[in-house]
Nanobody, 126 residues
Framework: QVHVEESGGGSVQAGGSLTLSCVAS????????MGWFRQAPGKEREGVAN????????VYTDSVKGRFTISLDKGKNLLTLRMNDLRPDDDGRYYC???????????????????WGQGTQVTVYS
């Protein structure tokens, strides 16, 4: 059974920073793409950032460019998301996922990702 688990969420004042982590079963090392997604109450899930395992190339949704950084430690199979200058709009539950999307370097809602964690909550207050 593939296991994916996120951690690092919390409550932070606007302008602050958080780092999310995701550990996954060794099997996911065979999958080409990992990503972070988020979902706020009443809103659809949206892609935040993806990373292609082979080249470590990355892509971000426009609203987080320059503020968030996705990275992957291949040896530990540890995915992280460093979030700086957090805004109230960044509120939501953040999910880590892996899979075989047709184009890893395209931000989508995640329907083409296969393995998901339970998520970690991020709350940004003014």
């Amino acid at each position: 059974q593939v296991h994916v688990e996120e951690s690092g969420g919390g409550s932070v004042q606007a302008g602050g920073s958080l780092t999310l982590s995701c550990v996954a079963s060794a099997f996911t090392k065979t999958l080409p793409c990992m990503g972070w997604f988020r979902q706020a109450p009443g809103k659809e899930r949206e892609g935040v950032a993806n990373i292609y395992r082979g080249s470590l190339s990355t892509v971000y949704t426009d609203s987080v460019k320059g503020r968030f950084t996705i990275s992957l430690d291949k040896g530990k199979n540890l995915l992280t998301l460093r979030m700086n200058d957090l805004r109230p709009d960044d509120d939501g539950r953040y999910y880590c996922a892996s899979g075989w999307p047709p184009n890893c370097l395209e931000i989508t809602g995640g329907s083409d990702f296969t393995y998901w964690g339970q998520g970690t909550q991020v709350t940004v207050y003014s």
